[in-house]
């Protein structure tokens, strides 16, 4: 018989095994009875929750105890300072804690906790949700000698021992992937937020600038609509200076964040206000403001700052351009640095019609019925106008930018000779609204435009009037002729070194035959070769006209390098052969040297010599003939 003292102890055991099969059926194992098992090699620790369910973040290290909790304003600290918590920083050791992936683990008594930095100066991290539920706590101490490999990256990344302190995980010490230890060093100041501002660039909605430069504003009517210049005036802005500005803020971080109350700041000059910048948003009439305080001597790298919804913080903002941060020398702060400098922003698919008129010639009028090409008309003589000279014209005044802005409130142009401009363009839309440039020449030779019926007046760089052909033969078409090998005969190519190559051509079955000084060299000939060359010549397209007295091109042309003689069939009016004729076009370096950038070229029966690209020149003086 039993007795009742084994009889208690078993129906003690038959209840906490009753117990310990209520929690397997509810939480799936006995874990939380018995502890979790070592977390295998190649698994993650931590994988029961998600980023957004953590809410708090605790941290201990050498001493330095930190509480972080997530609000309506971001990661908040409670202590040991009352600020915001960098959220780089809480992003980084969420994406650490459910990062770890475990390259090696052991028992924990088989573990020298002091060597692997698990003993008092380990750091001590502790995640949260919204009810204060422990969802990750754990020790890393010291970076471990091991490197692991991870997909997607170049280079083995470095390892850490790990000790979780979970209640429901085995006493186990892992290496395991990462290392932020560098985040918690002198005294956690890597978790405070360096940035003054805290903010969505996408629902900023109004930027107030005051600097040495002057006051402005900046303002859109809705996150989709373009950034305007406000105040002082109202003026179109460049996007991309707008972008650096709006970054340069977002990134702006101080070398240096300290307690207001351990700071004196510079006393107020009642002759100049502090610099400025103030942020409001979307659905908000609350402006966050940086107050930036003059520097105490010229040779300062850093000022002082204070931030309007960050009253207890100081900030020491860079400057000067500093190695791997944002200086306040970065930021464009000017209305001439924000403004757009673009000279026009033309629909070029309404346009109609162009009108170029230089000071002292004739006027060119470029006009267009699509899909019919565009056609120049120059003392009431029209003709196919040159594409690559309209292309180049086209894009000199919607790219182009200007290199100062000389004023706003221009009356009188003479001082940049835009009272008698050298040259007008005229732009004409399809709905009837014009633009007018004027271009001016001051005294010293710099190039300035204004826009009729604007006061503002801008420099350019001489590349833009480069740009802009304002001689009649320039807008001749860019093709020098056509060959026809329907009708061709023969083909004559004369280097500068060597006696000429004939080159005779049979359409019919698309044959060549070739010979020089009387022999014949046609089992010597590439046909491939050949036909590339003569493809060539069919649509030979110059790079630019030249004027007749050009010297340079006639000079060049007394020696040319290479000459081609064309022999075509003609026929009359019937259709019927009338004979043969030749065209002939010389060419020759333009520059001295073995590869010069362009050719100087001239065909017979033309009197204006022309510029060819180097590439088309050596494609038709390639070898024809095999050794």
């Not at 006061?455 to 807008?475: C, H, K, N």
């Not at 080159?503 to 070739?514: I, P, R």
Request: charged fraction near 20%; proline fraction near 7%.
């Amino acid at each position: 018989m039993r007795s009742i003292g084994t009889t208690f102890l078993l129906a003690l055991a038959a209840a906490f095994l009753i117990a310990a099969a209520s929690l397997q059926w509810r939480q799936g194992n006995f874990d939380s009875i018995l502890g979790e098992p070592a977390t295998p090699v190649g698994r993650n620790i931590y994988t029961r929750f998600q980023p957004d369910q953590v809410k708090h973040i605790r941290v201990s290290a050498n001493g330095n105890d930190a509480v972080f909790s997530l609000t309506d304003n971001g990661w908040q600290a409670s202590s040991p300072w009352s600020d915001r918590m960098d959220p780089r920083a809480a992003v980084g050791i969420i994406s650490f804690t459910l990062g770890m992936r475990v390259e090696d683990v052991s028992r924990i008594e088989k573990i020298n906790l002091a060597n692997a930095g698990l003993k008092q100066n380990s750091i001590a991290i502790r995640l949260q949700d919204d009810q204060h539920n422990t969802l990750a706590n754990y020790h890393i101490g010291r970076v471990s000698p091991w490197k692991a490999e991870v997909e997607g990256m170049d280079q083995p990344v470095s390892t850490v021992f790990v000790r979780p302190r979970d209640e429901n995980h085995g006493d186990h010490v892992y290496i395991c992937t990462g290392d932020i230890t560098s985040l918690f060093n002198d005294g956690l100041k890597f978790l405070r937020d360096h940035r003054p501002f805290y903010f969505n660039p996408i629902n900023l909605r109004k930027i107030q600038i005051r600097s040495h430069q002057g006051e402005l504003t900046l303002g859109r009517e809705t996150p989709q609509s373009p950034w305007r210049i406000v105040k002082p005036l109202d003026l179109p802005t460049d996007p991309k200076a707008i972008k650096t500005l709006i970054e340069g803020i977002y990134n702006l971080q101080a070398a240096k964040v300290s307690d207001r109350a351990s700071v004196t700041l510079p006393a107020a000059d009642s002759s100049a206000k502090p610099g400025l910048i103030g942020l409001t948003s979307f659905g908000s009439d609350t402006e966050t403001t940086l107050e930036i305080f003059p520097p105490d001597s010229p040779e300062d790298r850093d000022v002082k700052a204070i931030v309007s919804d960050r009253p207890d913080t100081v900030f020491d903002l860079p400057l000067k351009p500093e190695p791997g941060l944002v200086s306040l020398a970065d930021l464009p702060f000017s209305v001439n640095d924000l403004r757009d400098p673009t000279l026009t922003h033309l629909n070029i698919q309404s346009l109609a019609a162009i009108s170029i008129q230089p000071a002292t010639g004739s006027e060119i009028l470029i006009t267009r019925e699509p899909p019919k090409p565009w056609i120049a008309t120059i003392d009431s003589r029209s003709f196919e106008a040159n594409e690559e000279n309209l292309y180049s014209l086209l894009k000199a005044v919607t790219t182009t930018r200007a290199i100062g802005f000389e004023s706003d409130a221009a009356t009188d142009f003479t001082p940049w000779g835009l009272h008698r401009p050298f040259l007008t363009l005229r732009f004409l839309g399809q709905d009837n609204q014009a633009l007018e440039l004027r271009f001016g020449i001051d005294t010293s030779g710099a190039y300035f435009v204004n826009r009729l019926g604007t006061p503002t007046v801008m420099r350019v760089d001489s590349a833009l009037i480069q740009a802009i052909a304002v001689r009649p033969y320039e807008w001749r078409l860019s093709r020098l002729w056509s060959v026809d090998r329907v009708n061709l005969v023969a083909i004559q190519r004369k280097t500068a070194t060597r006696s000429p190559l004939t080159l005779k051509y049979d359409f019919l079955d698309e044959s060549w035959q070739a010979e020089r000084d009387g022999n014949n060299l046609t089992s010597k000939l590439d046909p491939q070769r050949a036909n590339f060359m003569l493809s060539i010549l069919e649509g030979l397209k110059v790079s630019r006209w030249l004027a007749t007295d050009d010297e340079g091109a006639l000079a060049a042309l007394t020696s040319p390098s290479l000459t081609f003689a064309v022999v075509e069939k003609t026929t009359d009016s019937q259709g019927d052969f009338s004979g043969v004729s030749t065209r002939t076009v010389t060419l020759a370096p333009a520059a001295p040297g073995a590869n010069p950038g362009f050719y100087y070229g001239r065909l017979d029966s033309e009197p204006h010599p022309f510029l060819l690209d180097a590439a088309t020149y050596q494609k038709l003086a390639v070898e024809l003939l095999e050794d």
